[in-house]
């Protein structure tokens, strides 16, 4: 396993080295560990499986083959990156998603490791055969027997411009496909093995009910990975969500989306996204009280496509959230929400400039009150609405503690009232960015439109991490 | 004086310490001192000084206040930052400037240590009564003789959010005044005067003459100073440019315009914009053969107006490019050229968005050659002209070594031809990227515009200079 340091500081940084390409072993980080579910609700009729492959050739050990696998066809939907550089398994899932129009899915094969990006005709190849070979474990061809070709996902992760080790990864397919169980460790297992620079594997499950039949539960399990390269459109970023509710692949389509959006699409790293990006959902039915059960139709009206909506939103929000937690180098959560916009856009506008913001992040590491950074951003924001979408006599800006802050009771840090600085009681200001969890509120006064970001802070481990990836 | 550290590596990264707020003193990096010039050709009918105030408790010796004179009413012109919070000096300075139709002005008077922003009513009087003072000392009142009020530009740079100690800024323009002198000295003390975080004062001068009496030499010279927080439209940015051309208020203000498009808005240290950025520019005719040399109109097609427009943006872009040698943190000068784009604004928002990229600017730092990056910002850049204007298969990237890189000789470097990656020779990118200065290639082939853009990397450094400006 390659150690990482940045050359021109390589005595100084040696505490901050954390390891690459499959780190997830016992070398969790204490503070990370609270994140890591102990048990968990899986879908009925998903069984999963972490395969050692050795994409990269340092990798000794660790997983790095994850296989998602339904026992009966299941619908299903994604979100891709919007880079202009789509990597090759981006292209080859999006085709077997219109090719089959979101129906009869049965996998997700994913490795990590390499992101089979910018790798040409070459790639693409690589990409299908890895849809094909998943597919075949079904015992269908890639012209398969419902004419619809290949039914399974395929997503890659890792440094980019680089060919597959195919071979090796077909190979394995198998020996995948016959592990895969549904335990909570097999789901741990498969967490892990989506893993690249992330310091520990992210998985949730819930249950759930829907207002048609309330007796029934449903279950929703969701893993993810990320760290580096996270922000809207989106990163090197995969998300993988799986549930036994029946839902209509219309339906699916909006609900991601929608729930993307406000999740996936709301969190920032470091701003730059990724030729990679894909979350994707599976919802098999087999949770449903009987064969006949309606799907959730695709109409915003329907009471249990409003539940859904609602749940699958909070869900990929609390998902994604273990991104910015694990933010390369991280050492803050913060939250910013921007309230009062003119309009939505605006909103969002703003509250992603905060959130992207280099000299912001850095203040945050520094525990440092620079409230006029976050006035910066708003300032500088781009694109809005309106010559009046920020108007400075309107603009508030406070801090407010996290509900884990021990300076909860002291109540919101207001910074800037009307725009005028307030006297800032700095011993105050200097125990809430003690915290690791902070929420920036900003009120604009000039509407009536919110939204939410999710964001870390820029540390010295950042650089350091990043300043030598590749090796 | 305040010493910097990141409070959680306060040890570890004791050796990138920068001083603060007046760091101009011996202790220039060796590295930097080559951009001091030791001598320079300086506009006729101007004096400079900078001069000790204090407006930084912590700083006891170092000057912090400059002024720019000139003998006689000159023309003049500025570009201010775009960011929705102007700092009271931008308001006040574009007041004077549209008041007088930019004529008439007599100086320029600029303090460093607090930027006077966000200061609200009280804060717009201080920088109205700093343009005021200095107004007075050429025996004219804020209802100066000539019927249209203050004579004199205001610049501030520094902290946000604090008032400025107005009486000890006022109580020293007085001897600031006394102490102007035409030496190169005075005009070293002066752009050290202007300085914040800045490891080096940025002064440069040159000659020229225009077409229409090729006899006559002219003088031009500028300061700046800059650091963090620099992108377009701008940052913690000032800028006086000085000449004593005649340039009439009109062909000043679209030449100013122009030049800085394409050199101050063309360079990104962390793509933070401020409240404070100001380039401003006055020609005072003192060069001229004989007092009835008309001023240079503004008409494109006019010779001496195409000729001033070439030699002003030339000396731009080289000031413009010291303040991202001095980037917060930076160890690498950047030069990224993008060629062959649809349009002029799609090749700038390609430039810039890789500039802004945290993920190469790291890259850069630990010298990886890693091109999947730059692919990465190219792919994701917004607001481009048509989904065409970034086609895969079309684009290129190269590296290019500098006019002083040692491996100059073997040429540029190919990354990525026509969408697919170049077998890349590591050594040879490991020589480049050793290099301080490296010209990063965009080759669109979707068009034929072009843009350059210049920044830098991001180092340890920046996060530590970062994480704890206030101190």
Chains 1, 2 share one sequence.
Not at 298 to 324: E, K
């Amino acid at each position: 396993m390659a150690s990482v340091t940045a050359p021109s500081a390589r005595s100084m940084v040696r505490t901050f080295v954390r390891h690459y390409s499959a780190p997830i072993d016992s070398s969790i980080p204490a503070s990370k560990v609270k994140y890591i579910p102990t048990s968990g609700t899986y879908p009925k009729g998903f069984k999963v499986s972490g395969t050692y492959v050795g994409v990269k050739a340092a990798n000794k050990s660790n997983p790095d083959l994850a296989f998602i696998v339904s026992d009966r066809p299941a619908f299903g939907a994604a979100v891709f990156t919007t880079n202009k550089f789509q990597a090759a398994p981006v292209q080859v899932s999006r085709t077997v998603l219109e090719k089959r129009g979101g129906a009869g899915l049965r996998s997700i094969i994913i490795n990590s490791g390499c992101a089979n990006a910018v790798t040409g005709v070459g790639g693409l190849e690589d990409a299908q055969s890895m849809s094909d070979t998943a597919t075949a474990q079904f015992q269908q061809s890639s012209q398969a027997e419902d004419g619809f070709g290949a039914n399974s996902l395929v997503m890659s992760t890792g440094v980019i411009g680089q060919r597959l080790p195919i071979q090796k990864i077909l190979s394995k397919i198998p020996s995948a496909y016959a592990n895969i169980d549904d335990t909570h460790n097999a789901w741990l297992a498969t967490a892990k093995a989506i893993c690249t620079t992330d310091t520990f594997p992210k998985l949730l499950s819930t249950t759930f009910t829907l207002p048609s039949h309330p007796e029934t539960e449903y279950r929703l399990a969701g893993m993810t990975k990320g760290a580096g390269m996270i922000h809207p459109n989106m990163a090197t970023l995969l998300g993988i969500l799986t549930t036994d509710a029946a839902i209509s692949a219309p339906a699916l389509k909006s609900l991601l989306t929608s729930a993307v959006e406000k999740s996936f699409n709301s969190i920032s790293i470091d701003g730059d996204t990724s030729t990679n990006d894909t979350v994707a959902i599976l919802a098999n039915g087999a949770g449903t009280p009987s064969a006949t059960t309606a799907p959730i139709p695709d109409d915003a009206t329907s009471p249990d496509y409003a539940a859904m909506a609602s749940i699958l939103t909070s869900f990929a929000q609390r998902l994604s959230q273990l991104v910015v937690r694990d933010g390369e180098g991280a050492t803050k959560f913060v939250q910013v929400s921007v309230r009062n916009a003119a309009t939505a856009a605006d909103a969002r506008l703003i509250a992603s400039t905060i959130a992207r913001s280099p000299l912001v992040k850095t203040a945050l590491y520094g525990k440092d009150a620079n409230w006029g950074r976050i006035l910066c951003a708003i300032g500088y924001t781009p694109n809005l609405s309106s010559a009046d979408a920020v108007v400075p006599s309107k603009t508030n800006v406070s801090f407010v503690p996290a509900a884990t802050s021990k300076s909860k009771d002291e109540g919101v840090l207001k910074l800037l009232v009307n725009g005028e600085p307030e006297a800032v009681d700095e011993d105050r200001a200097a125990r809430l960015l003690e915290d690791e969890d902070l929420e920036i509120e900003v009120d604009l006064g000039t509407g009536s439109e919110d939204a939410q970001y999710w964001f870390c802070d820029f540390s010295h481990e950042y650089v350091t991490i990043n300043g030598d990836y590749r090796t």
